[in-house]
């Protein structure tokens, strides 16, 4: 039994589903190697253009499954603290994939976002959720750290210090429209309508630059590890002179709102 779907909704849009709604779409290797690997997939099809990430029922995932958490490939011959190592870097691989897609990936939160759930919203590019979602830093609530899968990295720099220092030291929950106030996800909807507007939102990604896109997501990753604001000017400069330098985008762009149409970039 597989515990993730990807489906095709719109032209140029993957939906990327996690399964298994009876566990509230839980982070057992069985659904996390399964979702690395549909991710690896999705980005290597040129006839994506954006992606959409979601849970099946009504969660988004609820992190690590305290139950069942499957059996980690590959282990066999291992001792427990090299188990434990494997098993991290599977995780982690599943952030980094997300990161190095080639396509924007919108993170659909329908529902609870809870320890590696909500890792794996952040490391979307956009979030978008519906009105009954809410996001936990579970870590602390378990006897554990806050701090798994690059959360203390980036909800700091989505949020600010000070509110993620709250947040993951308290583990409380916050509620979807508290989120969209700090800024954590760009807009609360209905939960009817939460893939809609996902997919409204993919559809006029689509219609822009191929490069265009896919060097803006790199920029914006990259600006997060900048050392600099001179470095990484340097680096956006590069981006932008590749694509006026190389394709006819920008002459496109302005004969088109001159003629009153949609671009149509051939890049």
Known sequence: MTFVRVERPRDGVALVTLDRPERMNAMAFD????????LLDVSGDND?????????????????????????????????????????????????????????????VNGPAIGGGFCLALA????????AAYFRAAGINNGLTASELGLSYLLPRAIGSARAGELMLTGRDLPADEAEHFGLVSRVVGSDGLLDACFETAEQIVGFSRPGVELTKRMLWSSLEAGSLAAHMDHEGLGQLFVRLTTRNFEEAVAARKDRRKPHFKD
Do not use: Y
């Not at 659904?31 to 549909?38: G, H, K, Q, S």
């Not at 979307?124 to 009105?131: G, L």
């Open 31 to 38: 659904v996390m190697v399964p979702l690395r690997d549909a």
């Open 48 to 108: 994506v253009r954006v992606v959409v990430l979601t849970g099946a029922g009504g969660a988004f995932c609820s992190g690590a499954d305290l139950e069942n958490p499957g059996r980690v490939p590959g282990i066999d011959g291992l001792t427990l603290p090299t188990i434990a190592l494997r098993s991290m870097e599977l995780l982690e691989d599943v952030i980094v994939t997300i990161r190095r897609m080639h396509q924007p990936v919108i993170a659909a």
């Open 124 to 131: 979307c590019d956009i979030r978008f959720a519906a009105d």
